[in-house]
């Protein structure tokens, strides 16, 4: 989850776990985060992955999965949140979006080998990135992809520039949802179940400032992806009513929320 002007929503770590068979079965990295740090593997080959994400510091923390291409370092891709802006040389596969303390999250994706940014970039209370703060560090895929695809799903969304496209529509119970981003800008989602009266707009003022009790409680979504990455997150939705965000910046500074990239949903 993220403020307005920067984007933002398993007991072991730093482990893998599992292994792949002829990309049918997703190799397993379980990251712990912490305030501000994760423990994570330097290094994991590439093809299938589900990362799993087990958040044990007080504030909401996510894990974002950047490509570093061109030559660009980690600390050239923090340079360049830090003035506000995504580069574009960076190329943003997803992860699993906020999870609250000692909550749970996780996500399906299909990793190519290469240098990766691991970076949280929720803000504090202040407005500072977590990735300001420490809350970065680099991971190397190794080997080859081969094959390797998403397995099958019971939905997809496509991100557009500003709307959530679901194939059809969300239903009680567990469910793995395809995320596609078809815009030219990196976008995410924050799914959330709003509490009794409350609207999506309720959320979005409390994520910015992180000040009261929240009006929803976090049940999943997918980090920033890039214009053609696709990844899988889970939902598992009882009955309620359920806000989408993307809390990306666009070029003109505004969130992506500000320019509709924000729904209501509800699941009977």
Not at 42 to 59: E, F, K, Q, W, Y
Not at 144 to 156: F, I, Q, W
Request: aromatic share 6%; net charge negative; charged share 20%.
């Amino acid at each position: 989850m993220k403020r307005a002007v920067l984007a933002v929503p398993a007991l072991l770590s730093g482990f893998v776990l599992g292994s792949c068979s002829r990309g049918a079965t997703p190799r397993e990295v379980v990251i712990t985060s912490r305030d501000f740090s994760f423990d994570a593997p330097d290094s994991i080959p590439a093809g299938l992955v589900t990362i799993r994400l087990h958040n044990l510091g007080p504030d909401l923390h996510h894990v974002w999965l950047v490509r570093l291409e061109e030559g660009k370092t980690l600390q050239d891709f923090g340079a360049a949140i830090q003035q506000g802006s995504i580069p574009a040389w960076a190329v943003h596969v997803g992860g699993p979006n906020a999870a609250i303390p000692n909550g749970e999250n996780h996500a399906t994706m299909v990793l190519q080998p290469g240098n990766y940014g691991l970076l949280c970039v929720i803000p504090d209370t202040a407005g500072m990135p977590h990735a300001m703060k420490g809350m970065m560090r680099t991971i190397t895929v190794t080997g080859t992809a081969g094959s390797a695809a998403l397995p099958a799903s019971d939905n997809e969304l496509t991100l557009k520039d500003y709307d959530f496209g679901f194939a059809k529509p969300l239903h009680k119970g567990s469910q793995v949802i395809r995320v596609t981003n078809q815009a030219d800008q990196v976008h995410e989602i924050v799914v959330v179940r709003l509490l009794e009266g409350k609207k999506p707009e309720d959320f979005v003022a409390w994520a910015v400032k992180r000040q009261g009790p929240p009006p929803a409680e976090l049940v999943g979504g997918m980090s920033g992806i890039s214009k053609g990455q696709a990844s899988e997150m889970s939902l598992d939705l009882i009955p309620g009513n359920y806000a989408m965000v993307c809390f990306l910046p666009a070029a003109d500074g505004k969130a992506h929320f500000e320019h509709g990239m924000m729904k209501e949903v509800r699941i009977d």
